[in-house]
């Protein structure tokens, strides 16, 4: 079983809908969770970082963990045209570790 | 955010020879730095971690001998891939952080060996 598993899509939505993004885990000893945006042909671009359970909001942008069920989400707002690109989820046992567990990513595009 | 500048984004080379891709981070110090290589539509696969004046410790199944890290500085770190061939074409990404924070990744450099 991989550490991080993400359903790789592709997904598609209209411009203005709520996007909901996925990762699920097995090692109950994670305690940092990041979501990343990678536009094609781009090095990811840290959007969310979040430490524990619970939520955290930036703008259009929630991340939410529930360590309980060892499942993490980014909800994207509104979503726009330029939300289109693929979204990694990482993780860590510790914020001081070098090991940082990447799911496959989730391609999304957002049609006008 | 912080700012990981990796250079250059895009670079052909012919079979057989050598090429630098360098990342810098601009505006930290950079503990710990890393390289991964990413194939078309999958994720992200960890090369090496290195830790500034330390040897990279490399994963399993990647050649050390074909993939030079130097992690000269706390702002530097270079990856040579030598005698490059096709089947190294790839893009490669750098990530940085340091001692307490995120990782901020590089731009990406497009290898194509021809």
């Known amino acids: 079983q991989k550490e991080v598993e993400q359903d790789p899509g592709p997904l598609s939505v209209p411009e203005g809908a709520i996007v909901s993004l996925n990762c699920t885990y097995s090692?109950?000893?994670?305690?940092?969770f990041m979501w990343y945006r990678q536009y094609s042909r781009k090095g990811p671009e840290l959007l969310m970082y979040?430490?524990?359970?619970g939520n955290k909001e930036d703008g259009r942008f929630t991340a939410q963990v529930d360590k309980s069920s060892k499942y993490i989400s980014l909800f994207i707002r509104d979503s726009q045209p330029s939300d289109s690109a693929t979204y990694l989820c990482a993780m860590q046992p510790s914020n001081t570790g070098n090991q940082f567990y990447f799911g496959t990513g989730t391609s999304l595009t957002v049609i006008p | 955010g912080a700012v990981v500048s990796q250079h250059p984004s895009r670079v052909i080379c012919k079979s057989g020879t050598s090429v630098k891709i360098e990342c810098r981070s601009l505006d930290f110090q950079a503990t710990t730095m890393f390289w991964y290589r990413q194939f078309p539509k999958k994720s992200l696969m960890l090369m090496a971690t290195s830790n500034e004046g330390s040897k990279a410790t490399y994963e399993q199944g990647v050649e050390k001998d074909k993939f030079l890290i130097n992690h000269a500085s706390l702002t530097l770190s270079t990856l040579t891939v030598t005698s490059a061939h096709p089947e190294d074409s790839s893009f490669y990404i750098c990530?940085?952080?340091?001692?307490?924070?995120?990782?901020?990744f590089g731009q990406g450099t497009r290898l194509t060996v021809v």
């Open positions: 090692n109950s000893a994670f305690q940092y």
């Open positions: 979040t430490y524990s359970s």
């Open positions: 990530s940085a952080r340091g001692q307490y924070t995120e990782a901020f």
